[in-house]
Each structure stands twice: as structure tokens, then as C-alpha cells.
């Protein structure tokens, strides 16, 4: 990759932007064995689908980018699998990459937003189900090969399942296993996710053809789903449940992700702050995460995500922005072994890219961050997407207070950051930081906010999806630093120049475009 200028010295970055164009992404397939189909314009989708209906097949729909951990985890995990590989010659394989040039367009046509989304569609393109990214690899077979065989439309299953007309077994297990946490409010609006949910597990926990880990998994989901507590209002059968799977280490192992991933929001929805009965719930609930943390048949992501559950656990009650957390030191020292541990033995480059950010996560989320910056930096040149790490180490330095340090990672994470709509993306964080961490600094801010509209001018998907919202970011950050008027002269230049690029895009994008930046208000007059 071409540098313009050296990095991490103060008095050039900011310049370091403005040579020439940014570098362009690296797109892979997501794995070799399986006849995958990039796809980044409608013209694309057509083609798979006219394929898919010729061929009788369904659709699998890969949506994802190459920074992003958990997309690496499913190339670690489940796309290099030869069973998957077998099984994709039963459907047509779909592979959009958020950076190609017309994706973030296809992304709003799916209805997908975060990296990754894994969607399985009939030939004519009704959704059978969304994969979600909390349970292993052989879980997701097993779903992949009902819907594969026959799975029906997951909303016309969701409107059986709340009228009570009857479902099959398949049916529910779909509904179990759907992944709410990338719906995109397609089949339920967010606030009321909880009550849905809860509603499922009655009706499956009463049905025949429903099999028991069914009405569980929905009780969980929809525990985990209420919002610190916000939501579903426990009752003592619904705990004894939750007991029952934690002393249980075949349920642990079976609930695992979503264990995993909702355990505080689990433990504040089942028990407030001051009840007796939080204390013994957090202790077995702590008791279920260790034997998963120590459970060496599964993947060191899933592992790794039990550990950071436990770090969760130990930080209930204190601050969400404790950057000093107390957590008990058996604690920090499980932390600090299985980090340095999985560093020591990943071979695999998705698999590092998946499980170092998260062990470096783990690490300054348990406060140990010398440990987590040593990682990231041995790993920098380790990396596929290093920009990533970059933004990791920023990140750290941010919350420690060291301004200047957080701005240079920032700063080359933007300038070594590929592909245009995570140019946006970070190019976006990296005006925000600056806002916020040297908002004297107005000439740099003018200068990175100019950087970002010209990539945008030079994008066609700049106002679809991700990128749209990562300009939105930036021009609500741009007002939020003219508050007070005083940058108005800053806001006026920058204004002309997205008046120049929204004159140049496309009718659907241009109310879109014109709403990046808020106008500008007056200068303020001078005292006479």
C-alpha cells in the first residue's frame, strides 16, 4: 500500500489525507470451496435468482466486510467447512461485500445493516430465515439444511405462530433460532421484541410438535432481549428455569451463544439491583460461563465470548464507562491466559482477525490495558485489516484520556482504512474523535470533514445503507462543534462544496445528500 507521508507525527496528519486517491479494498471471496456469487447491483441479484429459479434451488445471501470479527469468525468457523461446502450445492451463494462499489444499495434492499447477515430465500426471494451469529457452526447446519429441504417463509410462520394455527416442529425451531438481533425490524419493531418473544415461548412451551430446548432458547431470547430489565417482567417459574439450565451443563453448552451474549441483560431482567436473590444468580451464572470458557469443543470465539459474559457479570453496578473496573483477580488472570493463549496458537488469519480484537476487547474491558495495546500492537503486522486494530488502540487511549495518542491511531486508521464505504465509515469516527478530543483544532476538523465529501463525491452508494449514516454521523458532529456559531465561516465552505457533489448524484440520493450537513447559521456580528 502506497503511503503518502510518514505516520503518526502530529504536524502531518491532516495532510496525510489529502494525497491522492484512497487505496482501494481487497475483496476475497469468503472461502474457496464453495461457487460463491459477488453481487453488488441489482443486475447481479437478478442473475443468482434467475439461476436459483431455473435450478429450483434457494438463495444464501452473504452479507459482511473484510475488517469485521465476527464476519472472519464464519470464514474460521462455518464457510471453510467441507459438510457447508457439500451443502452449497443445494442453494445459490450470494456474496455481497459492503465495500464494493453499489453494495450498501443492496444492503437497503435486503433489509441488512450489520456486518455480518446471513439470509437463506426462496427462488423468489421471500426470506426463509436469518442466521444468527450466537450459536456454533453445527447448529447452523442443522438450520441450513431444514430450510435448504423445504423451510417456508419465517414471516409467514411468525403470523401462524401468534394467531395459534398449528406449527411444526421445523417451523418453531426456525422461530427459535431466528436471528432477531439483525431483523432490522422486518418482522418485529425493536420495543416490542420482548413481548413477541415471550409470547412465542408461551405458545411453543403449550405446543405438541414444539421440542423443549424451543420454548427455552425463546425465554432466554427474550430475557436477553428486555433492555437492562426494560421489557419482560420476570417471575419466580421463569428463574427457576433459568436455574435449572445453569446447573445444567448440557443446556449451558446447548444455550451457550445466548448465554453468552445476553448474560448482564439476563441477570438485570431476572433480579434488580437490590434484590437478595442477584447475588447467587450471578455466582451460578458466573459457575456456567467457566465451563464454557473451559470448553475445548468450541471455537475459541465462542470461548472467548464466555469469558468477556463473566467480565460483564463482575462489572454490574459499576459504571458502563469504568475504565478501572473492580473484578476479582482469578478473573483478570483467566483474561489475561486466554488471551495470550489464543494469540500463541491461531494460525488461521480469519480466525486472529476474529479472536485477537475480541481477546484485546476483553482485555481493557476487564482494565487491563497495557496487556490489551501490547496485543493489538504484536498483531498490527499480523493483521489482513490492521486499520481495525488501529481504531482498537485509539479506542483504548481515548478512554484513558490520552487525547494526542488516540488522534494519531485514529488519524492512520483512517489513512491505511480500504474501500469506500468503510473509508465513510472510519473517516467518520476519526472526525468525531477530533470534535470531541481538540474541537480548537479547526482547521484539521475542515479539512478531514472535506476528505470525507470528496470520497463521497467519488462513491455511488455514498448515500445507501452504512455510508449514508456515516456521513449523517459526521455532519451531526459538525453541528453539534458550530453550536455556538463560532465555526459558521468552517460550515458555509463546507456546505458549498456538498452543495457541488449533491448537484452530481442521482434523484433518488439527493434529498438524502442534501441533509448531510445542517445549514449553517450566520456569522455572529461583531461589537460595534
Not at 192 to 215: D, G, I, K
Not at 228 to 255: E, I, M, S
Request: glycine share 6%; net charge positive.
Amino acid at each position: 500500500m502506497v503511503r503518502c507521508l510518514p505516520l503518526l507525527i502530529p504536524a502531518v496528519l491532516g495532510a496525510s489525507l489529502l494525497c491522492g486517491a484512497p487505496p482501494a479494498a481487497a475483496i476475497d471471496l469468503p472461502s474457496t470451496q464453495v461457487a460463491w456469487q459477488p453481487a453488488a447491483a441489482d443486475a447481479d441479484i437478478e442473475r443468482a435468482f434467475a439461476r436459483a429459479r431455473a435450478e429450483r434451488r434457494p438463495v444464501l445471501l452473504y452479507w459482511g466486510a473484510t475488517w469485521c470479527p465476527p464476519c472472519n469468525q464464519l470464514k474460521a468457523t462455518l464457510f471453510n467447512r467441507q459438510d457447508f461446502a457439500a451443502l452449497s450445492r443445494s442453494f445459490v451463494a450470494v456474496h455481497v461485500d459492503g465495500d464494493r462499489p453499489g453494495a450498501q444499495k443492496l444492503g437497503q434492499r435486503f433489509k441488512v445493516s450489520g456486518y455480518p447477515t446471513v439470509v437463506l430465500m426462496t427462488a423468489e426471494g421471500q426470506e426463509i430465515t436469518r442466521l444468527p451469529g450466537d450459536i456454533d457452526a453445527e447448529q447452523v447446519m442443522r438450520l441450513l439444511e431444514t430450510g435448504v429441504a423445504g423451510g417456508r417463509p419465517v414471516k409467514s410462520v411468525l403470523a401462524d405462530a401468534l394467531a395459534g394455527r398449528p406449527v411444526g416442529a421445523a417451523d418453531w425451531r426456525a422461530l427459535a433460532f431466528y436471528s432477531w438481533e439483525t431483523d432490522e425490524s422486518q418482522l418485529v419493531a425493536k420495543p416490542e421484541l420482548p413481548a413477541t418473544l415471550a409470547r412465542l415461548a408461551t405458545a411453543a412451551q403449550a405446543a405438541a410438535t414444539a421440542e423443549a430446548e424451543v420454548s427455552t432458547r425463546l425465554w432466554l431470547k427474550a430475557l436477553a432481549a428486555s433492555d437492562d430489565g426494560k421489557g419482560l417482567k420476570a417471575d419466580d417459574a421463569l428463574r427457576a428455569r433459568v436455574q435449572r439450565v445453569l446447573a445444567d451443563p448440557a443446556q449451558v453448552r446447548q444455550f451457550s451463544g445466548v448465554l453468552s451474549g445476553g448474560a448482564a441483560d439476563i441477570v438485570r431482567t431476572l433480579e434488580a439491583e437490590d434484590s437478595p436473590r442477584r447475588a447467587p444468580l450471578v455466582a451460578a451464572y458466573d459457575a456456567a460461563l467457566r465451563r464454557l470458557q473451559s470448553d475445548a469443543t468450541l471455537a475459541r470465539g465462542d470461548r472467548l465470548d464466555a469469558l468477556i459474559a463473566r467480565v460483564n457479570l463482575a462489572r454490574i453496578g459499576q459504571p458502563k464507562d469504568e475504565v478501572r473496573p473492580r473484578i476479582p483477580e482469578a478473573l483478570a488472570a483467566d483474561v489475561r491466559d486466554m488471551a495470550a493463549r489464543f494469540d500463541r496458537e491461531i494460525t488461521d488469519g480469519y480466525e486472529r482477525q476474529a479472536v485477537v480484537t475480541a481477546a484485546a476487547y476483553a482485555l481493557g474491558h476487564a482494565g487491563l490495558w497495557a496487556e490489551s495495546e501490547a496485543l493489538l500492537k504484536s498483531n498490527l503486522a499480523r493483521s489482513h485489516s490492521a486499520y481495525y486494530l488501529m481504531s482498537q488502540l485509539g479506542s483504548n487511549a481515548r478512554k484513558l484520556g490520552r487525547k494526542d495518542e488516540a488522534l494519531r491511531w485514529y488519524a492512520e486508521a483512517f489513512e491505511k482504512s480500504q474501500g469506500p464505504a468503510t473509508r465513510l465509515q472510519w473517516g467518520s469516527g476519526y472526525l468525531g474523535a477530533l470534535i470531541e478530543l481538540a474541537p480548537q483544532d479547526a482547521a484539521r476538523i475542515e479539512q478531514v470533514a472535506a476528505q470525507l465529501l470528496r470520497e463521497a463525491a467519488s462513491d455511488s452508494g455514498a448515500f445507501e445503507g452504512r455510508s449514508a449514516r456515516a456521513l449523517q454521523r459526521a455532519g451531526a458532529r459538525l453541528a453539534s462543534w458550530n453550536a455556538d456559531g463560532r465555526q459558521a465561516a468552517a460550515l458555509r465552505r463546507l456546505q458549498a462544496q456538498l452543495d457541488g457533489v449533491c448537484a452530481r448524484v442521482d434523484a433518488a440520493d439527493k434529498p438524502v445528500c442534501e441533509k448531510v450537513l445542517r445549514p449553517a447559521p450566520a456569522a455572529p456580528k461583531k461589537d460595534a
